[in-house]
């Protein structure tokens, strides 16, 4: 069936710190892709996304490229700030049926000072 | 903007009670949704809406129901809350149609806690 498999969190990093945050998932056909975020107390907010193979999502700093031939979209952050302490899912659609939206577990991320 | 609004941000009512919990969308979204979150088990889908009066069972929809009565509106309800139910409570909305690329828009939860 269709997943989506996060690494496992909390990630701890230091201020102004490069972040990786590997995702791949399991689907069907041509899913689109997308990277919420989670932070302390509040829902979750569309981070960024990608619908095709190739494209590359970007906001706020963060990116992440959707690649069809490993099955990943990565979410990158080039020097992470306090304020992206939060937790991270990784979600897939599926285009063949009603908008159910598949999410990762989650990766919570912690930037110290 | 998107707005999607619950109607509280924290409950607290005890086992048995019958609870609703209320969600309303302000973009004429089509699509409406209940996810559940806890701890490692990441977010759960209860139930989801893809038009008035219509619904579908999502993943975990034991012991919940769902109404549909206006497009705007999607409500929760625990037929008789039981301590397991204590969690938090994620509404969210989307565009249709099939294959769209939109994605799903979230309130801020209800943390519900069944004593």
């Known amino acids: 069936g269709n997943s989506v498999t996060q690494m496992e969190g909390p990630v701890t990093l230091s201020e102004e710190a490069f972040l990786t945050i590997n995702c791949t998932y399991t689907a069907t056909g041509y899913p689109s892709l997308f990277w919420y975020v989670q932070y302390p107390g509040e829902g979750l907010q569309l981070l960024l996304k990608?619908?095709?193979?190739?494209d590359k999502g970007s906001n706020k700093g963060f990116e992440a490229t959707y690649r069809k031939e490993t099955t990943s979209f990565h979410l990158e952050k080039g020097s992470v700030q306090v304020s992206d302490s939060a937790v991270y899912f990784c979600?897939?659609?599926?285009?063949?049926?009603?908008?159910?939206?598949?999410f990762g577990p989650g990766t919570s991320l912690s930037v110290i000072p | 903007d998107v707005k999607v609004t619950q109607s509280s941000r924290y409950l607290v009512k005890r086992t048995g009670e019958k609870v609703f919990l209320e969600c309303v969308q302000d973009?004429?979204?089509?699509?409406m949704f209940w996810y559940r979150q806890d701890p490692g088990l990441g977010l759960r889908l209860i139930y989801f809406s893809y038009d008035v009066k219509m619904k579908e069972k999502g993943d975990i929809p034991e012991g919940y129901s769902v109404s549909r009565e206006k497009k705007e509106r999607f409500s929760l309800i625990l037929e008789s809350a039981s301590t397991n139910q204590t969690s938090m409570y994620l509404c969210?909305?989307?565009?249709?149609?099939?294959?769209?690329?939109?994605?799903?828009?979230f309130g801020d939860g209800t943390r519900l806690s069944i004593l």
């Open positions: 979600a897939l659609r599926k285009k063949t049926s009603y908008d159910k939206v598949i």
């Open positions: 990608a619908t095709k193979a190739d």
């Open positions: 973009m004429d979204h089509e699509n």
């Open positions: 969210a909305s989307s565009l249709s149609p099939l294959g769209s690329n939109q994605p799903q828009h």
